[in-house]
């Protein structure tokens, strides 16, 4: 990967420059999906920062799905391109991933997130084959990681059911912070087959409450599954 084009990045502005690169590069296709990055040694170098830097740069940018390290390797060392977010999507999951915000708060927004596109995918009754299919595949899923990544197609399922075209584009840039938090939740918790089975027939409720097009039921559905979550900080 070339060095960034005007010299070092500005010290106050190393992650901001650093990110701003990889999109560059990106865009000019000098890096491609399935690229293998460089040594940190090598891109330190080549942007003219600190190690310090450049980890909490790739952190993010893995983070927002610009980045994923490889099974088994760091984070750095093991990275690869993945393809790339819509624009809006990436921008809102930087700014969530760089902003450590506290749980709670995720969960708050989540939670009235997912009341309304509820309500509003049930004032449509849209159709509801989608999600009885995702529905399935969650109640077969063979691991935790599994459950967790088709959890959160579902929700971005019902707000694209929703109509809102704006919604699934919030829903997805909590994605990432919100999956971490419900994969803790399994791994802390004593019984994670139970959390699953009760998560996946709220699930089928609020698909059911969709489908009849009753949307005070789909809202309180939509939000009550992050119950448990909430409780858990």
């Known amino acids: 990967m070339d060095p960034p084009a005007g010299g070092r990045a500005r010290p106050l502005r190393a992650f901001e420059e650093i990110v701003s690169q990889f999109e560059q590069a990106i865009r000019e296709g000098s ?3 399935g690229d293998r990055l460089p040594a940190e040694r090598e891109l330190a170098h080549a942007f003219q920062v600190s190690r310090t830097s450049l980890r909490e740069a790739l952190r993010a940018l893995e983070a927002i799905g ?3 390290a490889r099974r088994g390797q760091g984070t750095v ?4 391109v993945e393809p790339q977010r ?3 999507t990436s921008l809102l999951a930087l700014h969530v991933a760089a902003g ?3 749980a709670r708060d995720l969960l708050e927004v989540r939670r009235e997130l997912d009341a309304m596109v509820a309500r509003t995918a049930a004032e449509r009754r849209a159709p509801a084959d989608e999600l009885h299919g995702l529905i ?3 109640d077969q899923a063979e691991t935790d990681a599994d459950f967790v990544r088709l959890e959160c197609d ?3 399922a019902v707000a694209r059911a929703s109509g809102n075209e704006l919604a699934p584009f919030l829903l997805e840039a909590l994605r990432d912070q919100l999956a971490a938090e419900l994969q803790r939740f399994l791994d802390e918790t004593e019984d994670p087959a139970g959390v699953r089975s009760r998560l996946t027939a709220q699930h089928a409720e609020l698909a059911d409450h969709i489908a009849r097009g009753d949307a005070e039921a789909a809202a309180h559905a939509g939000a009550e599954h992050l119950r448990e979550l909430a409780a858990l900080d």
């Open 86 to 88: 819509d624009r809006l």
């Open 31 to 33: 890096l491609r999906t």
């Open 154 to 156: 579902f929700h971005g």
């Open 77 to 80: 060392s093991g990275s690869v």
């Open 66 to 68: 610009v980045l994923r």
């Open 100 to 102: 450590r915000f506290p």
């Open 136 to 138: 399935e595949a969650m």
